[in-house]
């Protein structure tokens, strides 16, 4: 998938999508380490992986050449609560480095200069051909993000905003809704707060195409900090 053209419609292969990063200062944090774990994660099965920044999306693609890679770049700004891949600089960096598909927030937030989402998402598919993963937090946001003409649509942020503050993700609650109302072709993908085989196969269940799966897989400093939290306890 990584020819650089736009799919019509972009299939969304059913499975687990994991998502290989790690915290600012974290020796996991190295693009060598990224594209290891990367590479263990498509070797047992992964239909993809969800990564963080150019340089881990440059190095998993050098190593992994036909992975499916769906890429993301953090960024923070003053003005803004917006983070993931916030505007147009981020999608093309993101995409110039080798990802597949490119995810973006896709909340009713405003967004780091005044940028519109409905303006990316038309520059990114005219000017890149790029496909889309909207991140949303309500369905809502959902719908729109697919009438926008975003492929495949992710509850990233649900939890994560504050309008969905006091949610705790996974969002069981906005699977089904999101699956009966978006478009047959429109990829719906079940991400946040799966922490286990079981609620992942339940993702699959209650409407889901693929579900992402990161701390509980990847998630090394996280789960080692709980770990040890609960010891001390």
């Known amino acids: 998938m990584s020819s650089k ?29 990224i594209a290891a774990m990367a590479e263990a994660s498509l070797r047992n099965g992964a239909i993809g992986v969800r990564l963080e920044s150019p340089e881990h999306i440059g190095a998993v693609r050098r190593r992994c ?17 917006v983070y993931i891949t916030p505007g147009w600089n981020e999608i093309q ?18 967004r780091p200069g005044g940028q519109e989402l409905a ?12 496909p889309l ?6 369905l809502s946001n959902g719908l729109i993000a697919a009438a926008l003409g975003c492929q ?21 609650d906005l699977l089904k809704p999101l699956r009966q109302q978006l478009p ?7 991400e946040g707060g799966i922490a286990s085989a079981a609620e992942a196969s339940r993702a699959l269940a209650e409407g889901a195409d693929a579900v992402v799966v ?20």
């Not at 050449?65 to 609560?81: E, H, T, V, Y």
């Not at 993963?133 to 309500?138: E, I, L, N, Q, Y």
């Not at 047959?184 to 079940?190: F, Q, R, S, V």
């Open 5 to 33: 053209t736009l799919p019509a419609p972009l299939l969304l292969p059913r499975g687990l999508i994991v998502s290989v990063q790690a915290p600012e200062g974290s020796p996991m944090r190295d693009p060598d380490v």
């Open 65 to 81: 050449p036909k992975a499916l890679i769906i890429g993301l770049w953090k960024r923070s700004f003053p003005d803004s609560a």
């Open 152 to 172: 495949w649509v992710g509850t990233t942020l649900y939890g994560y905003t504050e309008a969905t503050a006091a949610e705790r993700p996974p969002a069981w």
């Open 119 to 130: 303006a990316l998402v038309q520059r990114a598919q005219n000017e890149l051909m790029a």
């Open 93 to 110: 960096e993101v995409w110039s480095a080798g990802a597949d598909v490119i995810a973006i927030d896709a909340t009713a937030r405003y």
């Open 214 to 233: 990161g701390t509980a897989i990847t998630g090394v400093d996280l789960q080692v900090a709980s770990y040890v939290a609960k010891l001390k306890g």
């Open 184 to 190: 047959a072709t429109t990829g719906l993908i079940c």
């Open 133 to 138: 993963m909207a991140d949303v937090d309500c």
